[in-house]
């Protein structure tokens, strides 16, 4: 972690930016701050199984990502360890998930994360906890610019 003031939300949408799977699926940051943030992802027809609801796969994938970009929101490049998915309900086609990353403990190595995925109304989707490992020295933005 750098020592200056980071401008996580500047942080957040470069990694974004730079991210076609989470372009591809529609998963946009809604907010965030040091260690924490939140991604929304909408689900559509073409990620619902054959019971017509959201595969579980997808699911897995936004909680990664929150939980991954809660990480990063330390403008340091990180890589997924390992997650733990808990699948509590089924997300349904039309439905707005909201995932939000939450830090747990964070070394100078890695870190640990919460992610709880809800859907607008608060019914809950998805609990996991995800680890990362740090590429030390690998700056989203460069530090000063």
């Known amino acids: 972690m750098t020592t200056e003031a980071?401008?996580?939300m500047r942080v957040l949408e470069t990694v974004r930016d730079r991210n076609?799977?989470?372009k591809?699926?529609?998963i946009t940051i809604e907010s965030g701050s040091l260690g924490r943030a939140r991604a929304v992802m909408?689900?559509?027809e073409d990620m619902v199984n054959s019971k017509g609801t959201?595969?579980?796969g997808y699911s897995a994938l936004l909680a990664d990502q929150a939980a991954g970009w809660a990480c990063m929101t330390h403008n340091e490049q990180a890589v997924t360890q390992s997650a733990l998915v808990t699948y509590v309900s089924a997300g349904q086609?039309?439905?707005?998930?909201v995932a939000d990353g939450e830090e747990l403990v964070k070394t100078k190595r890695g870190g640990t994360y919460d992610v709880r995925i809800t859907t607008r109304d608060g019914r809950v989707v998805v609990l996991a906890r995800c680890q990362y490992v740090v590429l030390q020295g690998n700056h989203i933005i460069e530090p000063g610019s």
């Open 42 to 44: 909408p689900v559509r």
């Open 20 to 22: 076609p799977v989470a």
């Open 54 to 56: 959201l595969h579980g």
């Open 24 to 26: 591809a699926l529609g």
């Open 6 to 8: 980071i401008d996580v």
């Open 93 to 97: 086609l039309g439905e707005e998930l």
